[in-house]
């Protein structure tokens, strides 16, 4: 069987693709061009795909009819038309549940340096403007017993909820397709509709998935209803939050700051004005990143495509529905 794995992933995984397949890997750090990709992919059984990589009909026209299943390495699958991959009998897996604590984990980090504006001290240190300690100096917001407002109550927002419920006494409100009555209890949660999370919290972590529902949730709209006070935090997809939109709430003080780990696109372009801003803290796409998530998303990864190269139900297929 031949594959095409679209970037260099962990050896846990990539070691048994190799063993099972003639695998090309790309070997460059920057992703293939379009014209990269569906050159590499054609011909294929199987590919490796990363969130970077649309994979939509025009590619599954140039891989050919032989192509198998798609790999994503990643727990989002937003680059894949999933619809088009279902209609052609190809299956699609992607990398769920082995991320929580990682990316549970950048988010609150996140939370604590656009809260205490770190990015700002950091700053402050590096060009050599550290004088003195300032009474006045990098004020930020306080933790204790405030109210997060997770938007998007699955594993991860509920991971981040427990993290600042139980470590610093929030309280919690949340958005979320169902009620949620394990969480309820366990962290005295309530679920808000979504106008009364933004007035109500303190603090806004968005882990809800990108779709037409979410594109730009986050507007001038939005943001008007938050809280002078308030931080942002989103470690789910950039295109959730309308970026123009952000810079104006940040810059006017609309809201207190923010901070990113995803953006739209990524790499954020230099020329985005959210790059100068001290009071957004902005991380390259870090959440998973950590020995175990990684190396478990490389296994994942390497299970769904072996599976389905040998005509097998993958273990963590995406539901076309």
Not at 2 to 12: G, L, M
Not at 57 to 83: C, H, M, T, W
Not at 144 to 163: E, F, H, L
Request: aromatic content about 6%; overall charge negative; some cysteine.
């Amino acid at each position: 069987m031949k594959v095409f794995v679209t970037r260099q992933i962990p050896d846990a995984g990539l070691d048994r693709i190799r063993t099972a397949c003639d695998c090309d890997v790309w070997p460059e750090p920057l992703p293939p061009s379009r014209d990269q990709l569906l050159e590499k992919s054609a011909g294929c059984d199987g590919v490796l795909t990363l969130l970077s990589d649309r994979i939509d009909a025009e590619f599954f026209d140039r891989v050919g009819p032989q192509l198998k299943v798609v790999s994503n390495f990643a727990v989002g699958y937003n680059n894949i038309d999933v619809a088009e991959a279902a209609r052609r009998g190809i299956a699609v897996g992607n990398t769920p549940g082995v991320l929580t604590d990682a990316t549970a984990d950048i988010a609150v980090g996140l939370l604590l340096a656009a809260a205490r504006r770190m990015r700002e001290g950091i700053d402050n240190v590096t060009n050599q403007q550290w004088k003195t300690w300032e009474p006045m100096g990098f004020i930020g917001q306080d933790l204790v017993g405030k109210t997060i407002g997770i938007v998007g109550m699955g594993r991860i927002g509920a991971a981040v909820a427990r993290r600042l419920h139980f470590g610093w006494g929030m309280s919690v409100v949340y958005t979320s397709r169902s009620d949620k009555p394990e969480l309820d209890s366990e962290l005295n949660a309530r679920r808000v509709a979504f106008s009364q999370l933004l007035s109500d919290s303190d603090f806004v972590s968005i882990h809800t998935d990108l779709n037409p529902a979410t594109e730009k949730l986050f507007n001038d709209s939005a943001f008007a209803k938050m809280k002078p006070t308030s931080v942002l935090i989103n470690t789910a997809r950039g295109g959730i939050v309308d970026q123009d939109a952000l810079h104006q709430a940040l810059q006017s003080g609309t809201i207190f700051s923010a901070g990113l780990d995803v953006t739209e696109p990524e790499p954020l372009p230099v020329s985005s004005p959210l790059r100068s801003l001290g009071n957004c803290v902005i991380l390259p796409h870090i959440g998973s990143g950590t020995v175990a998530s990684r190396d478990a998303m490389a296994t994942i990864a390497a299970d769904n495509l072996l599976a389905g190269l040998a005509g097998k139900p993958l273990p963590h297929r995406v539901d076309p529905a």
